[in-house]
């Protein structure tokens, strides 16, 4: 497999449960990123890991829990959530520390639609 | 003010037009401009980048920046119904990308 993978593709969940979303990245990028994308919505970053220390959470409730075991690995751990958290979400992976361009392009994976009843 | 602008559309053009997409922005900090392209159910792919103000190429599909209106564009010349997608732009001083809304495009055979 190359470049990021997601899973599941498609979740639907009540808002008791608890679930987690997958994140794999084969680029050999040292940066992983949590993206939520809403209907008419610009891309809002959620979370930022680099070398496996999260160094950004963008005010996200605590229902939202990331985990990032290695730098090719990337989970976000979904616990009573509400019908508003409806998205795709999306992981992103990046050469985070070196110069110009590199740093500053990301990489997608499909993302997992999410539908919580 | 949002720190990137950039119009949802829908735009629909006919098979062979030449589409042009733009959006504004208010940090002139930003030095890296990225266009992506996102398909139904599909994550955002990346289409071109381009680093300060200029010009690139790539194929039917041109990249412009411009610093000084703090504007940038997005043109595909030619364009196919494979093209109908949306298309975001991206912008970035120190590796933390800002995104604009994204801008739908259908081609129509």
């Known amino acids: 497999e190359t470049g990021v993978t997601q899973t599941p593709r498609h979740l639907v969940m009540g808002m008791t449960n608890k679930k987690s979303l997958k994140c794999e990245q084969h680029?050999?990028?040292?940066?992983m990123y949590w993206y939520k994308q809403s209907a008419k919505k610009p891309l809002e970053l959620m979370f930022v890991?680099?070398?496996?220390?999260?160094?950004e959470n963008n005010s996200v409730p605590s229902r939202f829990s990331p985990e990032c075991p290695n730098s090719s690995h990337l989970f976000l751990h979904l616990h009573t959530l509400q019908p508003e958290d409806s998205a795709l979400y999306l992981c992103?992976?990046?050469?985070?520390?070196?110069?110009?361009?590199?740093?500053?392009?990301?990489?997608f994976g499909a993302g997992t639609r999410l539908s919580v009843l | 003010q949002k720190e990137v602008e950039q119009d949802p559309g829908p735009l629909s053009v006919p098979e062979g037009a030449i589409v042009s997409l733009n959006c504004t922005y208010s940090?002139?900090?930003?030095?890296?401009f990225m266009w992506y392209r996102q398909y139904s159910r599909k994550g955002p792919e990346l289409l071109m980048y381009?680093?300060?103000?200029g010009n690139k190429e790539d194929g039917r599909f041109t990249a412009q920046v411009d610093k000084s209106s703090k504007y940038i564009s997005l043109f595909i010349r030619d364009s196919q119904p494979s093209d109908s997608a949306t298309y975001l732009c991206?912008?970035?001083?120190?590796?933390?990308?800002?995104f604009g809304q994204g801008t739908t495009l259908q081609v129509k055979p």
């Open positions: 992103a992976s990046s050469l985070r520390g070196g110069g110009g361009v590199a740093k500053n392009i990301q990489y």
């Open positions: 680029l050999g990028h040292n940066a």
């Open positions: 890991y680099s070398l496996e220390e999260r160094v």
């Open positions: 940090n002139s900090a930003f030095q890296y």
């Open positions: 381009t680093y300060s103000s």
């Open positions: 991206a912008m970035s001083e120190t590796g933390k990308l800002i």
